[in-house]
């Protein structure tokens, strides 16, 4: 994948000096990488029994929030290459967190289903990450948490607003956990999101 540099300058208001702009870049890079981290990846590492990778559980979260689900449709929703999404599958399948189920009418076609270790995994390590965060925002006042939570929403609507994300690259793919409160969803129909 070749990453593509921006060469124009993006001209921006007089109030959005270099200083200003610096440091929000900084302030994002130290976010994301707590969530990653301390939030994501090495939460992982602390539950899972087995060596998980970040991806894979991407899989087994897609697979937990929609039905009726074949290769095809992960590699699509993880926007992965169809191999990819295969050899994920043999993995995920040998260490006994997901299965394959034919179906009746058509044996051509294979489903994917989480087994109960799978779904107990992502149950587990969801609900320790909710915890986690949820301690994180308790020692944040009322103003603070509405202004993050805002100020999340209206940067993710700008991005999607002047292009610069495109809402299926940064869709989460929720499924039936679809939250109407998605900076996404409130600006596309339900039906944009999968």
């Known amino acids: 994948m070749q990453v593509r540099l921006v060469k124009d300058i993006v001209k921006l208001p007089i109030a959005l000096t270099d200083e200003l702009l610096n440091h929000a870049e900084l302030v994002a890079r130290v976010f994301l990488q707590a969530m990653y981290t301390s939030i994501g990846e090495k939460l992982l590492e602390e539950l899972a029994e087995s060596d998980l990778t970040y991806s894979q559980m991407q899989a087994l979260r897609y697979l937990y929030t929609h039905k009726r689900v074949t290769v095809g449709d992960l590699a699509e929703g993880l926007n992965i290459s169809y191999p990819s999404a295969t050899n994920m599958v043999h993995r995920l399948e040998r260490k006994g967190l997901i299965r394959r189920v034919a179906n009746p009418r058509d044996r051509r076609q294979v489903g994917l289903m989480l087994t109960d270790a799978g779904r107990e995994l992502i149950q587990r390590v969801d609900q320790e990450r909710r915890h986690r965060f949820?301690?994180?925002?308790?020692?944040?006042?009322?103003?603070?948490?509405?202004?993050?939570?805002?100020?999340?929403?209206?940067?993710?609507r700008a991005g999607v607003e002047v292009g610069t994300l495109k809402a299926p690259d940064v869709c989460l793919h929720c499924g039936t956990e679809?939250?109407?409160n998605c900076p996404l969803v409130e600006m596309h129909a339900v039906e944009v999101c999968r």
């Open 178 to 180: 679809a939250d109407p």
């Open 134 to 156: 949820a301690a994180i925002l308790a020692q944040m006042d009322h103003a603070e948490r509405h202004a993050f939570i805002n100020g999340l929403s209206a940067f993710i």
